[in-house]
């Protein structure tokens, strides 16, 4: 339980909280059969925000009011300005999912702040609800008959759920358009910049805890538009290592460096670019070419995985073997499927270019 936890951001809608002094949400109506996300933009790609409670002490103990004639109790989204609670209703709802998993009916807690922000709350207990949010990452959610509640107060303290977060890339360029990583499969061509449509050769899905790390080794959040206009064209999370295209093709061209990859972590400096927070695990999902490809996700362009030491060494022995196997190479040698696609700057190295030139690149994105 917690009282800051993960929500799910469903954008804007109808004030549901029409009429202060009382506990009602008497508009709630307004969002049944309404649909929040879809299979172009799915809720589980850039939707998790981390709700935090900047002052809930007035009305009500330990929960949020919404009888703002008794209390402006406020909360936080991703550390942003206070907003003021102002709605909750709770729905007989159905959640689909991206990867197939087949859909699943909840109760569905949806808060809602003064200027018409929605969100999905996580449950307050580990019940069935908090199953199907955490089973698999959320394509969209439809609302239907409003559930009859006694009161309209959220409790403070939650279950801390964690939305499924894919990284490496989320929406992949192929050879029939973007699809999402965790539906690749082996034999599927992904786009790449040098050579044309390249077939899937291997595929890895890796669970890593965050808690405990520093911040300098959590993922990587490289928010919509940080390089450019639709670069990328939403959220784009990746590990601290995960080298991203600069130099060219759009992305940080100002650089002097050619096109060349950088480590996502030696771009924290630019604005839209930081670790993220508030996440207590997360799920990687890796694909490899027969060569390290330049490949397309979220509109950004970055690399396909590099067999190379460094990624080697954090197999397991039979992904080793596996490998070994399918690539015909040794896994104790060079990289089984380099050289590298490009030029890779050591960190330190990209941050020095990055200040070098930071007014070229800062006016640039």
């Known amino acids: 339980m917690a009282t800051t936890f993960e929500v799910l951001s469903l954008g804007t809608g109808p004030l549901i909280d029409t009429v202060e002094g009382n506990v009602l949400s008497e508009n709630a ?6 649909t929040f996300g879809s299979a172009a933009s799915p809720l589980g790609f850039g939707a998790q925000k981390t709700f935090s409670p900047v002052d809930y002490s007035g009305g009500t103990a330990n929960m949020y009011d919404i009888d703002n004639t008794v209390s402006n109790d406020t909360f936080s989204i991703d550390g942003g300005p206070a907003q003021t609670f102002d709605g909750l209703a709770v729905y007989e709802a159905m959640l689909h999912y991206t990867d197939g998993t087949p859909p699943v009916k909840i109760t569905a807690v949806v808060i809602q702040d003064t200027a018409g922000n929605l969100y999905l709350a996580p449950e307050s207990s580990a019940n069935a609800d908090y199953t199907a949010m955490t089973a698999a990452p959320i394509e969209s959610l439809t609302l ?42 082996i034999g599927d061509q ?4 040098d050579n044309g449509p390249q077939p899937i050769i291997w595929l890895r899905r890796a669970e890593q805890p965050l808690e405990a790390l520093e911040e300098r080794r959590k993922p990587v959040l490289i928010q919509a538009g940080a390089f450019g206009p639709g670069q990328p064209s939403r959220d784009l999370v990746v590990s601290p290592q995960h080298r991203v295209l600069v130099g060219g093709q759009g992305q940080l061209a100002a650089l002097d460096t050619g096109e060349a990859f950088a480590p996502a972590k030696a771009l924290t400096c630019l604005p839209g670019v930081r670790h993220l927070a508030g996440r207590r695990r997360i799920t990687w999902l890796h694909f490899a070419c027969a060569g390290h490809e330049v490949v397309r996700a979220n509109g950004c362009w970055s690399e396909s995985l590099l067999l190379g030491p460094m990624a080697l060494r954090g197999m397991t022995a039979r992904e080793s073997l596996v490998l070994g196997a399918v690539f015909g190479g040794d896994t104790t040698a060079g990289a089984l499927n380099g050289p590298p696609a490009r030029p890779c700057l050591p960190a330190a190295e990209a941050r020095r270019l990055i ?5 070229v690149v800062r006016r640039a994105a």
């Open 29 to 34: 109506g307004a969002l049944v059969g309404m």
């Open 144 to 185: 239907g008959a409003v559930y009859p509640i006694s009161s309209g107060r959220l409790l403070a303290d939650r279950q801390y759920t964690d939305f499924l977060c894919y990284a490496a890339g989320s929406m992949i360029a192929t050879d029939r358009g973007p699809k999402s990583v965790e539906r690749l499969k």
């Open 190 to 193: 992904v786009v790449t910049l």
């Open 355 to 359: 200040a070098e030139h930071a007014g």
